[in-house]
């Protein structure tokens, strides 16, 4: 038996990825992380379930758990929120079960920055606007290594989606004005995206602030910044007529042939 891994997605229960469904639906122990995942996909769970929420266990309690499963054969998920990649804890989980020589599966999923833009109708990478995304915390009670500062990833302008920093609001956006954004670039606070309650505040650096203090957002938000969320775009060279690929002439060509 192994553990399999399957990221829950950013709050719609239907933004499961297939593969994470049909594991979820089979399995007898699941370990969910219960402050961000949305407790509907545990509908998908047959009868009988054993259910850990794992936002009142430590990490020892988790893997024993998930150890005790094992040896009776049973199927364990541990389900986490958006993809475990980003901010998932990931890593130290799968250490400490190389320790023990328990197996393990990794099932993707969709990130709730990716949730984000969708439920925003937007695109990271606009052509000749910004062709890089910085996935980034602001520091808190976990440290952020000092080379990776919000302020100097704000001289590079390009489209930026912060986690975890909602509560700071104004020394977020104290950072990035000073680090080189301007103060009208557009910014855009997400809570909850994808979920029924979602709450979405528009803005600019300099009013986004005020404007979710007034939504009263703290915790379970993103921070979008960037000129991708602005009126400037520029379509793409691959469905461009004229650009010629591999798969495809550019219409000259068709006429001449
Ligand atoms: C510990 S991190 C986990 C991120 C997760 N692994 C992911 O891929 O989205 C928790 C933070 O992710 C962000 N977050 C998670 N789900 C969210 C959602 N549905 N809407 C907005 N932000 C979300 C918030 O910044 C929250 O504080």
Redesign the pocket.
């Known amino acids: 038996m192994k553990i399999y891994f399957v ?1 829950a997605g ?2 719609d229960k239907e933004l499961i990825t297939l593969k994470g469904h049909n594991v979820l639906s089979k399995a007898d122990i699941v370990i969910y ?1 219960g402050s ?1 995942v949305n407790p509907e996909l545990l509908d998908y769970c047959k009868e009988g379930c054993e259910v850990h929420n794992s936002a009142y266990m430590d990490l020892n309690e988790i893997i024993d758990v998930m150890e005790r499963g094992v040896k009776e054969e049973k199927l364990v998920v541990r389900l ?10 990931v890593r130290e989980q799968i250490e400490e079960l190389d320790k023990r020589n328990i197996k393990y599966e990794l099932i993707p ?8 833009a969708s439920a925003l109708n937007v695109e990271y990478t606009v052509p000749e606007i910004s062709q890089s995304v910085i996935i980034t ?1 602001m520091e808190g009670r976990t440290p952020v290594p000092e080379k990776e500062s919000l302020r100097s990833f704000a001289a590079h302008k390009t489209s930026m989606a ?5 509560h700071s609001i104004a020394d977020v956006v104290k950072e990035l004005t000073e680090g080189g954004y301007e103060e009208t670039t557009p910014c855009v606070v ?6 029924p309650d ?1 709450k979405v505040v528009k803005g600019k650096l300099f009013d986004i602030a005020e404007k979710v203090n007034e939504a009263n957002i703290k ?5 979008l910044v960037g000129d991708f969320l602005g009126d400037d775009y520029n379509y793409s060279k691959l469905y461009d007529k004229e650009f010629v690929h591999e798969y495809r002439n550019s219409s000259l060509d068709k006429e001449r042939s």
């Open positions: 990221g950013p709050g992380a961000l986490q929120t958006g993809d475990f990649s980003i901010y998932g804890s999923g969709v990130s709730s920055f990716l949730g984000a915390r912060i986690f975890l920093s909602v997400i809570y909850k995206a994808t979920w979602q915790k379970t938000a993103l921070i």
